[in-house]
């Protein structure tokens, strides 16, 4: 296959960055279950975010939420990041879990709260700057539960004005990416739902403010490789939140649930350029590890989102344009199919071993001991979580 070469650097130089809150303590309204082992606080998150880094190479960023990760000296963990090999990478904001935003945060009836959330994210730009991050994450729970409970334009306004606000306060290297979402915890209205909304605010705020494809943020059925072709070609994709699931949002291991949908979401990715860092689009987990064990579970995912990556640069393009431009459907379909079919295993090995690791990241993890050192050391303390 002479696309194996270009592949095997692809595939070294690939980058997916994993979420500090997949490392806590997280669950639905049902449960939380704690485990043991469970970092306390931000410095011991970026250890583990480590680890996953060491085992599989690619996994050289760590994404922060803002209260979770809230330290007193910023500096200070942006040191320790470096210190441990990783970098802090996006900062995502919270204006979903205090009282005051019941009925909304940036998009609330009330002016004062509004001006709560924006001071919100105008410190997660702060938090920016003071730890070498260069991209601000938004999700908004804002919405309704029920119709006629307020405003759906007025509400798009507020939410225009305050993106205004903290679009104007980026520096010339930042950038904001605008995660949408179909539904939850609003049950009427969302007022980001779909892509179309995220799009259409991202494109009125100008170049640095691109959207978040979250796998987990769609209707089911939906075709997500579509929206990734078109914000690509529009040059407005940002960021994928990488999970899986079978119903809503579940936020299971990515490519555990549906690894043919990633797989086609990475071809759509690849073919586009989306690889190519040129493209500045981030990927990242967004997961909640609620019964498993949660660095394991990181490392799996990683090497379930290498293996959608690499059978999507083995599609043959040439053959796959010829087969398109021909109409020739089965025969193009079956080139797509002979790429997803192939075992690519033993070439993501090889591009290990070529990378100075062992072939198999979570025997590498197992390896280290470390799952029992943690165990052994955090005992007491306030295990990290949701916080909710
Ligand atoms: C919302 C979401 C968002 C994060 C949160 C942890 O469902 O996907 O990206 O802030 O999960
Ligand atoms: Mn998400």
């Given amino acids: 296959m002479s696309e194996i070469p270009a592949a095997k650097s692809a595939l070294r130089a690939q980058m997916i960055e994993t979420p500090s809150w997949g490392y806590g303590n997280s669950g639905t309204r049902f449960k939380v279950f704690a485990q043991q082992g469970v970092p306390r606080d931000p410095f011991e998150k970026l250890a583990d975010a ?50 005051d935003y019941r009925i909304g945060s940036v998009c609330h009836p009330d002016l004062k709260v509004r001006r709560k959330a924006i001071d919100h994210l105008l410190e997660c730009v702060d938090i920016m700057d003071s730890t070498g991050s260069n991209a601000l994450k938004l999700w908004f ?4 539960n029920y119709p006629g409970q307020d405003d759906i334009a007025a509400r798009q306004d507020r939410l225009a004005e305050a993106l205004a ?36 605010h991202c494109l009125k705020l100008g170049p640095k403010a691109k959207v978040v494809v979250d796998t987990g943020h769609h209707a089911p059925g939906t075709n997500i490789e579509f929206i990734v072709a078109f ?48 493209a500045g689009v981030a990927f990242m987990l967004d997961q909640c590890h609620n019964i498993e064990a949660k660095i394991p579970a990181a490392i799996r995912s990683v090497m379930n989102v290498q293996e959608a990556t690499a059978k999507a640069l083995l599609v043959d393009l040439s053959a796959l344009r010829a087969a398109q431009t021909a109409g020739d459907v089965l025969g193009a379909n079956a080139v797509l199919m002979d790429a997803y079919n192939t075992d690519v295993r033993p070439l993501l090995a090889e591009v290990r071993e070529e990378m100075g690791l062992n072939p198999d990241p979570l025997a590498a993890y197992r390896g280290t001991g470390y799952a029992e050192k943690i165990i052994a050391e955090r005992v007491g303390g306030t295990q990290a979580g949701w916080g909710a």
């Fill in 141 to 144: 729970a804002d919405g309704t």
């Fill in 50 to 99: 480590a680890q996953v880094h060491a085992a599989t190479g690619v996994a050289p960023t760590v994404s922060l939420h803002i209260p979770w990760d809230r330290v007193a000296d910023y500096a200070e963990l942006r040191a320790h990041a470096e210190a441990l090999g990783v970098r802090i990478g996006m900062i995502n904001s919270n204006t979903f879990q205090d009282d």
């Fill in 165 to 200: 606000e903290v679009y104007a306060r980026l520096g010339d290297e930042q950038r904001l990416v605008l995660e949408y979402k179909l539904f939850e915890p609003a049950f009427y209205t969302t007022d980001v739902p779909d892509w179309g909304t995220s799009y259409a």
């Fill in 231 to 278: 914000l690509l070609r529009e040059g407005k994709l940002g960021a994928f939140d990488l999970n899986s699931r079978f119903y809503a949002d579940d936020d299971l291991m990515a490519g555990a649930a549906d690894p043919f949908q990633l797989f086609r979401i990475l071809h759509e990715v690849a073919k586009n350029g989306g690889l190519d860092p040129a």
